[in-house]
T-cell receptor
């Protein structure tokens, strides 16, 4: 079975601080996909990034960066110089190729991390 | 603009009533999904559909029903059999069911049972 753990329930930082959101996953499959989504107060989830299990290169997109380490089954997300607009719930999710899922779940979500950036 | 619309944004229901949540997409996606989100929790899959006239139960389908008569539409009915229906409901779609496909989400419907 697949599992995604986001141990940090809530994080509060002051604007301009760097913050890292942790994500640890469990799967027996060698092919899988990892995602990060942002859920602002409006409620709609916004896709941030997708990584496949064969690509361990770190990625940077503006103030966002992602560190994928298969050795520790982690896919951590760092926001540099945080801003108030970064305040949201962030979800990490694990996806399997079609046919390998169980119980019909295509994406397994973590419980989310509520990030609050204070001015 | 392409995207997913859900209506209504807020819905109140009396105990014992069925209610239907609307989800429409104009992204030409084959796959559609319904998730439930409870406070402080992740998303749990209720139902999903790969193609018109076909749908499958997710992890928490009891007390819910769906239909997929059109590619663009995937309404969810919360029946009186659902013991604890108060939650935030999110509809999503993707090009296909495979796990590498990004899912696009609607704005959600917040259902409250009075």
């Amino acid at each position: 079975a697949q599992k995604v753990t986001q141990a940090q329930t809530e994080i509060s930082v002051v604007e301009k601080e760097d913050v890292t959101l942790d994500c640890v996953y469990e799967t027996r499959d060698t092919t899988y996909y990892l995602f990060w989504y942002k859920q602002p107060p409006s409620g709609e989830l916004v896709f941030l990034i997708r990584r496949n299990s064969f690509d361990e290169q770190n990625e940077i997109s503006g103030r966002y960066s992602w560190n994928f380490q298969k050795s520790t089954s982690s896919f951590n997300f760092t926001i540099t110089a945080s801003q108030v607009v970064d305040s949201a719930v962030y979800f990490c999710a694990l996806g399997l190729p079609e046919g390998q899922e169980t119980s019909g779940s295509r994406l397994t979500f973590g419980e989310g991390t509520q990030l609050t950036v204070n001015p | 603009d392409g995207g997913i619309t859900q209506s209504p944004k807020y819905l109140f229901r009396k105990e014992g009533q069925n209610v239907t949540l609307s989800c429409e997409q104009n992204l030409n996606h084959d796959a559609m999904y319904w998730y439930r989100q409870d406070p402080g929790q992740g998303l749990r899959l209720i139902y999903y559909s790969q193609i018109v006239n076909d749908f499958q139960k997710g992890d928490i389908a009891e007390g819910y029903s769906v239909s997929r008569e059109k590619k663009e539409s995937f309404p969810l009915t919360v029946t009186s059999a659902q013991k604890n229906p108060t939650a935030f409901y999110l509809c999503a779609s993707s090009i296909g069911l495979a796990g590498h496909n990004e899912q696009f989400f609607g704005p959600g419907t917040r259902l409250t049972v009075l």
